[in-house]
């Protein structure tokens, strides 16, 4: 079975530019789930899609993320415009459905560095 | 008060040693517990479920305690391939909010 797919898995950009993030969940699970996880820190959810439809967004800093999860399958996220804080990796996880047991699988990540 | 509360550590262990882990959380009403495993630079992968009666697998035992909203990790005769960060992973919320805390680093020496 395939994993959860990321890319990129790096990227180096200057304060206030703009930087997307790419995420393929394994095939079938409804659930995706974008995470920041800042150096020596647990992951912080930034947004939770059920479908194509967002669940939980209370954390994401909508004046400069945003993220979309067109048909239900892959999702975006991007920083519009990014701030040295912003340096983290981004993890992308999904699982199979909405609930409190089901197990999230996690991407790789993308490291994200803004100079 | 934080949502969940680990010690970061490190806790350098030698191998063989038993050594365990807490994880306190702050709403009483939430609803399941995990424990995570990240290894350096890593993804985080499920380690193991929290369930009211406590279970375990293998060398690995997970309980949670309700009345004093903790939950506890115990790993015997700790190996090397143990070393990574163990994360608790708190659902609560009508739609599962689900929040990290900062993981406890576990270093076992030879």
């Known amino acids: 079975e395939a994993g959860v797919a990321q890319s990129p898995r790096y990227k180096i950009i200057e304060k206030r530019q703009s930087v997307a993030f790419w995420c393929n969940p394994i095939s079938g699970h409804a659930t995706l789930y974008w995470y920041q996880q800042i150096l020596g820190q647990g992951p912080k959810l930034l947004i939770q899609f059920q479908n194509n439809g967002v669940v939980d967004d209370s954390q994401l800093p909508k004046d400069r993320f945003s993220a979309e999860r067109l048909k239900g399958v892959d999702s975006t996220l991007k920083i519009q415009p990014a701030k040295l804080e912003d340096s983290a990796v981004y993890l992308c996880?999904?699982?199979?459905?909405?609930?409190?047991?089901?197990?999230?699988?996690f991407g790789p990540g993308t490291r994200l560095t803004v100079t | 008060r934080k949502e969940v509360e680990q010690d970061p550590g490190p806790f350098n262990v030698p191998e063989g040693a038993t050594v365990a882990f807490n994880c306190t959380y702050s709403n009483s009403a939430s609803q399941s517990f995990f424990w995570y495993r990240q290894d350096c630079r890593k993804e985080p992968k499920l380690l193991m479920s929290v369930y009211s009666s406590g279970n375990e697998d293998g060398r690995f035992t997970a309980q949670l305690n309700r009345a004093s909203q903790y939950i506890s990790l115990l790993i015997r005769d700790s190996k090397l391939s143990d070393s990574a960060t163990y994360l608790c992973v708190v659902n609560s919320g009508g739609y599962q909010k689900v929040t990290f805390g900062i993981g406890t680093k576990l270093q076992v020496i030879p």
């Open positions: 996880a999904s699982s199979f459905h909405l609930g409190a047991d089901y197990e999230q699988y």
